[in-house]
Nanobody, 114 residues
Framework: VRLVESGGGLVQPGGSLRLSCTAS????????MGWYRQIPGKQRELVAI???????NYADSVKGRSTISRQNTENTVYLQMNNLKPEDTAVYFC?????????WGQGTQVTVSS
């Protein structure tokens, strides 16, 4: 099983990014997919999740600025982030979960700075 994130980078405050996570070797449509983020010295925190049925949930810190979506035919989940703030700087991880199965990607760095 492999989850590969992409789309991170350096962006100015107020800018936008779209993160992608493509999964292989799983029945993708069954899985709840999530985006989490972590900064050094802090616990990994939930950013957004989307269930197999398309129900979404967001952390308060990104609500209204971010949209999670999934394309089951491409085994891919996306996170569109707008109006980015310096406090959004973190490594963003993709997570796939279904029953007792949990898989993580390696992460992609997002840096918001002028």
């Amino acid at each position: 099983v492999r989850l590969v994130e992409s789309g991170g980078g350096l962006v100015q405050p107020g800018g936008s990014l779209r993160l992608s996570c493509t999964a292989s070797a799983i029945s993708f449509s069954r899985y709840t997919m999530g985006w989490y983020r972590q900064i050094p010295g802090k616990q990994r925190e939930l950013v957004a999740i989307i269930t197999s049925g398309g129900i979404t949930n967001y952390a308060d810190s990104v609500k209204g600025r971010s949209t999670i979506s999934r394309q089951n035919t491409e085994n891919t989940v996306y996170l569109q982030m707008n109006n980015l703030k310096p406090e959004d700087t973190a490594v963003y991880f993709c997570k796939a979960s279904w029953e007792s199965r949990i898989f993580w990607g390696q992460g992609t760095q997002v840096t918001v700075s002028s």
